[in-house]
């Protein structure tokens, strides 16, 4: 079944890229994958962080492994 994946990013744009070339690696033509969402979210802006989690739940119930890879400047 493969794993689930949330790409959040504060420029959906940058999110979205990152999926085409997900699907792309899969062998995946039509862009289409189920598995793999985008959403926009600030890590600075708790709403944005509270929505992502929220989405999130409400299309796979759980959150099972959460990776921070974000990068902030002072």
Do not use: P, Y
């Not at 990152?18 to 600075?44: A, P, W, Y």
């Amino acid at each position: 079944h493969g794993a689930r994946i949330v790409l959040a990013d504060r420029r959906i744009d940058n999110a979205e890229t990152i999926q085409r070339e997900m699907f792309l690696d899969q062998g995946q033509n039509d862009g289409e994958d189920k598995r793999i969402s985008v959403v926009e979210m600030d890590v600075n802006d708790e709403q944005t962080i509270d929505r992502a989690v929220q989405l999130t739940l409400t299309k796979w119930k759980t959150i099972d492994v959460l990776v921070n890879t974000c990068v902030t400047e002072c």
